[in-house]
C-alpha cells in the first residue's frame, strides 16, 4: 500500500495511551441535549441553540455534519432519543414546545423526526418478514404525519433543508402519500384524503389498530386536510422531465443548500438495488452538475458507497465458487489500496481481516487487523473479539492490545471494549495502571451504554483467551451490578466447570437469582396483544428463564445423584421435576421430552403422582415418550397407589401401535410385557379388545 499517509503499524512504534477520563455525557450530542431542554420548558433556549445550528450549517462542513447528525442519526446521537423513544408522551413535550413557541421550525422538525422514527418501529428494523398489514398501514400513516411535519418547518422557515432530507429515506421505505405527488406536480389535493387508508382499517379491525396507534399517539379520525401546495420557496416541477419521490426532494433540499455533502450519504444507499434502485444511476448523479460543488475526496466517499454495497452483507468465505473468491478479494484489496478515504480504506481493510479470521487464516488476519486500525481504530464487536485474541498469540508483550482498547473503548463504538477497560481498570489487566474508582466509572458507563449482551460476551471473550479467573471475576462483577446474561454465565462456569472445581450449589444460588431478576421484571411488563416487532434485539427474558430453569434442573439431577439421604433425594427430586417442568412451560421444547422420559425413572413415588396428570395429557395428545412411561409407572408394583396392570398394558399397546420400530418402546416392551411366554400371553388377552379409534395421537386411523 503506497502513497498514502498510513499510521505507522509496527507494533514497535506505538506509544502506551493514556487512559481517558470517563466520556462527558455530552460527547455523542451532536447538537444538545434536548430532553433537558423539553422537560424544563426552556424552549427558547433551545430554538436559540438550534437557531445557530442551522445557520452554521450553510458555513462549514462540520457544522453541516453536526447539524445533520442531529437529526438523521438517531441511533448514534442522543440528542432527541430519549424524547422520542417515551413515545406519546415524548410526542405530548414536542407539542408542547409547539404552542409555546408557535413560529419554532424545529419544533416541527422535532415532530418529522418523531413520525419517520415510529415509521420504522411499526415497519420493523431488517427485512420486515414479520410485518403484519397493520403495521404497514400504521408505517404509512406515520409516513404521511412525517411529511406534514416537515412542510410545516419549511412553511415556517424556508432554509430548513434538513426537513427535505427527513423525507428522503421515509418515501423510499414507505412511498409517497398520493396528495403529496398531487401537490409536487402543482396540482390541488385538497379532495384527497390524509390518513384514508388508516381510518379504514381501523373500522374493519378497530381492536389491533387501537392497540398498534396506542404505540405512537396515531389518531385515525384527526381531522387533517392536505396542503393545497408546498410550501413558498420550494423547489417547483417545471421541467419536462418532472422530478419525483426521493429525486424531487434530493433536488429540493440542494435547492436550499447548494453546497451540501451529507445528504447524500444517505440517498445513495436508499438507491441501490435493494430498495429497487439502479447502482448506475448514482455513478451517473456524481459527475452530474449536482455534485460539482463537492471534492474529490467526497465524491470518492460517494462511489465507495456504492462499491460497498455489494460486499456489506457477506464475507468472503460465503462464496463458493473459488474463482469469484479470489475476484472478491482482489477488489476489496484494490479499494483498500486505492480509495482516498481513511474510513473508506479501513472498511475494505475490515471486511479482509474478519474474512480472513473466519477462514482461519490467521497470519493474513492480523496484518490487515493492523491496516484497519491504522485507519481508523474503532472496530464492532466480532473484531474486537478478533483483536484481543490475534494479538494475544501474535504480540502477547506488546502495546497494541492496550492501545486498542483505549481507542475502541473511547470511541464509544464497542460497548465490549467499554467493559474490558473498565475491568483493566480494576485490575491492571493488560498493561493497564489500575485505578479502582475510574474503572468502576466506565463499567456505569458502558451498562448504561449498552444494557445487552457486551458484559457476558467480555467475561465469555476473556475465558476464551485462557484468563478463567478474570473471567469469573467479571462475570461476578456483572452480576452484581445487574449486568444481563452474567449471572447465569456464573450459573455455567460453575456447574460445567471440571469436577475438582465443580461447585453446584454456587451455581444453583446464580441460577435462581437469574430466575428472581427475570420473574420480576416480567410480572411488571404488560403482555400486549399486539406487540411491535424487535428485529435489533433478539434476547428475551422469557428465553434466558427457560434456560435458567433448565440449568437448575440439571444441578438438582446432579445433587441426587450423589444424596443418600431418602428425604432430601425426595426432596432434590421434586426440585428437578419442578424446574424441569417451569422450563417447559416457558416454552423449552428440549426439556419436554426430558421431563416425559424422567417421570417414570424417579425415586420418589409422590412425585411421579403429583405429575400425573401432565403425563397423560401428554399421552392422550400422542406423544410415545408419555405413553412409554405411563407403561412403566403403571407396571411398578412397588407403588400400591397406582399400580394397574391394564393400564400398564394399554399405554405400551399404544405406543407400540405409534411407534412399533421405536428401540426405547421395544425395550420397556419386552422388559415388561414380553420377558416370557405367560408374560406375553397376559399383555395379548390384556390388550385384544382395544379398538384402534382408541389410539391417540392419530392423524391418519390405523386399518
Known sequence: MQGRDYIPCDIAEYHLLDVAELPPKDKNRALCDMRSFLREGRYGELDKQLESALTASFLSRDAEQRYYRGWMDMENTPDLRSVISMGPEGLAQIKAWQHDCPESNHAWLAETLYWHHCAWRYRSYGWAKKTT?????????CNEMMVLAALQALTLEPRQWMAAALIIPAITAFGV????????????????????????????????????????????????????????GLLRNQTEKALIGPHYWLF?????????FYIFTDYIPFQMPRWRGLPQDMLDLIVSPACEHL???????????????????????????????????????????????????????????????????????????????AQEPSLGGYLHHAALRLAGKFAPESRWLHNQICHNAQLMHSPQAMVLQGYCLLTGLFGFTQNEALGREWLDYALQHDPKDAWDQTGFILNELNYPDDATRLFTLGAEYGARGTASSLGSFYLYAPSETRDILRAISYYRQVVEQNSTLLSQKVIAKYPLIDNTDPFSYEDELKRAYYSLARCYQLLSYEETDTVKTAEL?????????????????????????????????????????????????????????????????????IYNYKLSARWMYFALALAPDDEKVNEVFFSRHARNRWVTHRYVWSTSRIAVHEIPGQEHPIC
Open 295 to 373: 471534492s474529490l475526496q467526497e465524491k470518492d466517499h460517494l462511489r465507495h458507497l456504492i462499491w460497498w454495497d455489494d460486499f456489506c452483507d457477506d464475507l468472503g468465505h460465503k462464496v463458493a465458487d473459488l474463482v469469484e473468491r479470489e475476484w472478491q478479494f482482489t477488489e476489496v484489496k484494490r479499494e483498500a489500496e486505492q480509495a482516498l478515504n481513511a474510513n473508506d480504506r479501513a472498511q475494505a481493510l475490515r471486511w479482509l481481516a474478519a474474512s480472513y479470521y473466519v477462514m482461519e487464516d490467521e497470519p493474513s488476519a492480523w496484518h490487515y487487523l493492523q491496516q484497519a486500525v
Open 133 to 141: 398489514a397493520a403495521m404497514w398501514v400504521c408505517a404509512a400513516a
Open 573 to 641: 427430586e421434586g426440585k428437578l421435576v419442578a424446574s424441569l417442568k417451569a422450563s417447559v412451560d416457558w416454552g423449552n421444547d428440549v426439556a419436554l421430552p426430558e421431563l416425559l422420559a424422567l417421570l417414570s425413572e424417579l425415586h420418589t413415588l409422590s412425585v411421579t403422582h403429583q405429575y400425573l396428570d401432565f403425563l397423560l395429557e401428554h399421552g392422550n395428545k400422542g406423544s410415545i415418550l408419555a405413553m412409554t412411561s405411563l407403561a412403566k409407572i403403571y407396571f411398578n408394583r412397588k407403588d400400591k397407589h
Open 252 to 260: 429540493a433540499s440542494l435547492h436550499i443548500h447548494p453546497t451540501q
Open 177 to 232: 402519500p398520493a396528495w403529496l405527488a398531487v401537490i409536487i406536480a402543482n396540482e390541488k389535493a385538497d379532495s384527497l384524503p390524509v390518513l384514508g387508508e388508516l381510518r379504514d382499517y381501523q373500522q374493519c379491525y378497530p381492536e389491533e389498530m387501537a392497540a398498534l396507534m396506542s404505540y405512537s399517539g396515531l389518531n385515525a379520525y384527526a381531522q387533517i386536510l392536505a396542503p393545497d401546495a408546498l410550501p413558498p
